[in-house]
């Protein structure tokens, strides 16, 4: 079980590498550079939905991003909600 936080586009080596890392009881939260990754309908959203792990974003990098209509159903956390994600998973990778 890993958390990966995501600070990256879609264009980027981490962004291909994160989805390749991931596995099913992993999760990915996406922050600053990476909540555009959650557009609805991009091939990065696409990418994203097939992967096994959780998906998950800040709220705040969303709407200071202006795309929080833009995300569809995903889910968004906001800062304590991260904390007590970081503390269950044992393990975090950070993707920039």
Do not use: K
Not at 1 to 6: E, R
Not at 10 to 32: E, K, M, N, Y
Not at 52 to 78: C, E, M, N, Q
């Amino acid at each position: 079980m890993l958390l990966h936080t995501l600070n990256a586009g879609s264009s980027t080596d981490s962004f291909r590498d994160c989805l390749r890392s991931s596995q099913s009881g992993d999760a990915i939260v996406l922050l600053g550079e990476g909540v555009y990754c959650a557009l609805a309908n991009s091939a990065a959203r696409q990418a994203l939905d097939d992967c096994p792990a959780r998906l998950l974003a800040l709220a705040s990098d969303v709407f200071a991003a202006g795309i929080a209509d833009s995300v569809g159903d995903l889910a968004l956390i906001d800062m304590d909600a991260f904390v007590a994600l970081s503390e269950f998973y044992p393990r975090q990778l950070a993707w920039y």
